[in-house]
T-cell receptor, first 117, second 112 residues
Framework: GAVVSQHPSRVICKSGTSVKIECRSLDFQATTMFWYRQFPKQSLMLMATSNEGSKATYEQGVEKDKFLINHASLTLSTLTVTSAHPEDSSFYIC?????????????FGPGTRLTVL | GESVGLHLPTLSVQEGDNSIINCAYS??????FIWYKQESGKGPQFIID?????DKRQGQRVTVLLNKTVKHLSLQIAATQPGDSAVYFCAENIKGYSTLTFGKGTMLLVSP
């Protein structure tokens, strides 16, 4: 159990366009999902916490108008990178919190490689 | 050790050896810890977790040790295999908070 999927796995877009990334928990309901960004050879940087039915909580320095997060159901959260620029190129990873058993274990999706030309 | 810039600490072992990956955590209020394995180009994969009321937990070929006195966590992998080659991250959680704080990661290289 505890499988998280992400789509697309990789995307290449032109500068100025918007890109939507989907994160789904496949076999459990996740009231909380998380979006991370990861640069090569570095650790995961938390961008925002996505709560079902409410606004996302963004980490300091993350532009909420640029990285739009929607958590419309207990199994789906989306991240939209608006007006993407080359500096937004990165590996974006989502995770879903599995609260069963009283733990705060996060299970991760496979990641999305975004390249902005 | 600490990573500097883009250089991850690296542990190189021979196939069949036992590997020990260490992690120092910073917050004494952390009460839940997780080890993740991340292969190149993939998302982190849950390996094993431990709560602060325990000092040892075993899984299949893996053991996590927790020393709260010195805020130290380790992951032991028995009979390391080439497929174990990856970056390993520790993560800590404070009760009541949903977020995890990740360590810098250690790259494990297993040679046949």
């Amino acid at each position: 159990g505890a499988v998280v999927s992400q789509h697309p796995s990789r995307v290449i877009c032109k500068s100025g366009t918007s890109v939507k990334i989907e994160c789904r928990s496949l076999d459990f309901q996740a009231t909380t999902m998380f979006w991370y960004r990861q640069f090569p050879k570095q650790s995961l940087m938390l961008m925002a916490t996505s709560n079902e039915g409410s606004k996302a909580t963004y980490e300091q320095g993350v532009e909420k108008d640029k990285f739009l997060i929607n958590h419309a159901s207990l199994t789906l959260s989306t991240l939209t990178v608006t007006s993407a620029h080359p500096e937004d190129s990165s590996f974006y990873i989502c995770s879903a919190r599995d609260g069963r058993g009283g733990t705060d274990t996060q299970y991760f999706g496979p990641g999305t490689r975004l390249t902005v030309l | 050790g600490e990573s500097v810039g883009l250089h991850l600490p690296t542990l190189s072992v021979q196939e069949g050896d036992n590997s020990i990956i260490n992690c120092a955590y910073s917050n004494s209020a952390s009460d839940y810890f997780i080890w993740y394995k991340q292969e190149s180009g993939k998302g982190p994969q849950f390996i094993i977790d431990i709560r602060s009321n325990m000092d040892k937990r075993q899984g299949q070929r893996v053991t996590v040790l927790l020393n709260k006195t010195v805020k130290h966590l380790s992951l032991q992998i028995a009979a390391t295999q080439p497929g174990d080659s990856a970056v390993y991250f520790c993560a800590e959680n404070i009760k009541g908070y949903s977020t995890l704080t990740f360590g810098k990661g250690t790259m494990l290289l297993v040679s046949p």
